[in-house]
T-cell receptor, first 116, second 111 residues
C-alpha cells in the first residue's frame, strides 16, 4: 500500500517553456503533499508543502510564481515549472502523507527535468 | 548551510558483515531522526526512525543509534545482504516541521 506515482519520469524542455509534473497517491488520500528538489550530489531540499484545497506554503528562497503548485484533489498535486531555465534542471520528487504523522511520507519515484 | 551531513558518499561491505552508515547534524533543536532507503528509479522508502528521547531503536536487522552530545546518529545493518544495496538518506526534523535530508550514502553489499 501507500504508493505514490509521478509523471513524467523524465522530461526535456526548451528554455522559456513551462512543464508540468504530476504527483498522484494511488491507494490513499493524500491530505498533504510535499515537493522536493535534488541537485546532483546534494540532498533532497523541500520546496513547498501543499494541503488539499489550499495554497501551497513555499520554503524560503523558492519562487512561488515560478514553481506553481496545485493540490486540487486528495490524490493529485501538480508542480508547474514556468519559464524554465537551464538552472532549473534537477530531480523533482514529491511525497504525500495520509493524515498520519508528518514523517510518514510516501515518496514518488521522481522526475528528471532537463532544460536545454 | 548543510544541517544534516553524510560524509561518506559510498560504502562497500561484504555480505554477512555489518554495515554502519553515519550521519551528523548541527541543529540541536532536531528531535526526530529518520533513515530512508532508495533504490534506483524509485522514491525513498522509510526504514527506521528514532526520537531524541531515545538513544537506540531496533527493527530486525536494522538498528539506529543516536548520540545527542555528539550530534551523531548511525544506522547499523547486520547481517548485510545484497538486497540492502541502495542509497541511504538520513533525515531530521524539529518539532514536527519539515524533514531535512542528508546527501545520502550509497551502500554496496557484495557476495
Amino acid at each position: 500500500g501507500a504508493v505514490v506515482s509521478q509523471h513524467p519520469s523524465w522530461v526535456i524542455c526548451k528554455s522559456g517553456t513551462s512543464v508540468k509534473i504530476e504527483c498522484r497517491s494511488l491507494d490513499f488520500q493524500a491530505t498533504t503533499m510535499f515537493w522536493y528538489r535534488q541537485f546532483p550530489k546534494q540532498s533532497l531540499m523541500l520546496m513547498a508543502t501543499s494541503n488539499e484545497g489550499s495554497k501551497a506554503t513555499y520554503e524560503q528562497g523558492v519562487e512561488k510564481d515560478k514553481f506553481l503548485i496545485n493540490h486540487a484533489s486528495l490524490t493529485l498535486s501538480t508542480l508547474t515549472v514556468t519559464s524554465a531555465h537551464p538552472e532549473d534542471s534537477s530531480f523533482y520528487i514529491c511525497s504525500a502523507t495520509g493524515g498520519g504523522e508528518f514523517y510518514e511520507q510516501y515518496f514518488g519515484p521522481g522526475t528528471r527535468l532537463t532544460v536545454t | 548551510d548543510q544541517q544534516v551531513k553524510q560524509n561518506s558518499p559510498s560504502l562497500s561491505v561484504q555480505e554477512g558483515r555489518i554495515s554502519i552508515l553515519n550521519c551528523d547534524y548541527t541543529n540541536s533543536m532536531f528531535d526526530y531522526f529518520l533513515w530512508y532507503k532508495k533504490y534506483p528509479a524509485e522514491g525513498p522508502t522509510f526504514l527506521i526512525s528514532i526520537s531524541s528521547i531515545k538513544d537506540k531503536n531496533e527493527d530486525g536487522r536494522f538498528t539506529v543509534f543516536l548520540n545527542k552530545s555528539a550530534k551523531h546518529l548511525s544506522l547499523h545493518i547486520v547481517p548485510s545482504q545484497p538486497g540492502d544495496s541502495a542509497v541511504y538518506f538520513c533525515a531530521a526534523s524539529a518539532f514536527a516541521d519539515k524533514l531535512i535530508f542528508g546527501t545520502g550514502t550509497r551502500l554496496q553489499v557484495f557476495p
